[in-house]
């Protein structure tokens, strides 16, 4: 298969847009409601989910966005791999829209296990090559054993990795003399299946110019992970080949908030024309 098919493999269609559901504070985090517990973490996850999918997303990511501050993965506890497996497991039983994972920080090994037994189609790894500084400490490449573990899991097929690349909330100043389109070009090199290029912080984009600059530099899908939003989908969308979208979606566009049903919907309606959907 085609690299640049991949996405549609997974979405079917063109640049596809992928909403986020993010888990409040899960088992074992500091912010965790013992009183709510799992069943109502559950019950905001679908919620979220639900409005999604209402409004006409191509697939949902699952992020433990509210597990602060986050934890390296091997200091993090099983409760979180069994807490985003018990979400994933829900939400496949109730919907076919493509599910990926993504468990911070730079979980990727686990995210891998989750989706594989789960029926998720992609993880999102923040680091698959190169390193960074991170508030949890150095972030280290992923990619040389979660590549392997997926292999071992027989995955390559069902499990995509999609990566970043000097991910937002972080100081690469390790990799400071190296350009930018090198490192993109390591994420390929690393195994990845796309490519995610975001702004300095969530739900800020990066430049017209830049993703203009990265766009050519390999052969992997370019997937934009933050800052798409209705005012600048016309000018960014053409550029990459698919987007992540959280923050945009939420009601008033407050991270906190949950998922604004109307206000996916609005979006996705643009995103339609701009994609030439028929129907």
């Not at 390790?174 to 969530?202: C, N, P, S, Y």
Request: glycine content about 8%.
């Amino acid at each position: 298969m085609s690299l640049l098919n991949v996405l549609i493999s997974i979405f079917g269609t063109s640049k596809p847009i992928i909403g986020m559901v993010h888990l409040k504070p899960l088992p074992g985090s500091p912010l965790y409601d013992r009183k709510g517990g799992m069943e109502k973490i559950a019950e905001l996850a679908l919620r979220d989910a639900d409005a999604l999918i209402a409004g006409g997303v191509d697939g949902i990511q699952i992020e433990n966005q509210w597990d602060r501050p986050f934890s390296r993965e091997r200091d993090m506890g099983p409760e979180t791999v069994a807490s985003v497996t018990h979400v994933a497991t829900l939400l496949r039983q109730r919907t076919d829209v493509p599910l990926g994972v993504c468990i911070h920080l730079n979980a990727v090994v686990s995210a891998i296990a989750v989706a594989a037994v789960t029926g998720c189609q992609w993880v999102r790894a923040f680091e698959i090559a190169n390193a960074y500084v991170s508030n949890a400490g150095i972030i280290e490449a992923a990619g040389p054993q979660a590549i392997r573990y997926r292999t071992t899991l027989d995955a390559q097929d069902r499990v995509r990795v999609f990566a970043d690349f000097h991910v937002k909330h972080g100081s690469h100043q390790m990799t400071a003399d190296r350009a930018i389109t090198e490192q993109l070009e390591d994420v390929q090199i690393a195994g990845a299946d796309a490519a995610i290029v975001t702004g300095l912080k969530t739900g800020v984009a990066p430049s017209a110019r830049s993703l203009k600059e990265l766009r050519g530099v390999v052969s992997i899908p370019l997937i934009l992970g933050s800052g798409l939003t209705l005012e600048n989908a016309d000018e960014l969308l053409p550029l990459v080949d698919g987007a992540i979208a959280g923050t945009y979606f939420k009601e008033k566009g407050v991270l906190e908030n949950p998922v604004d049903s109307d206000r996916v919907r609005r979006f996705m309606d643009r995103v339609k024309k701009l994609r030439g959907d028929q129907g």
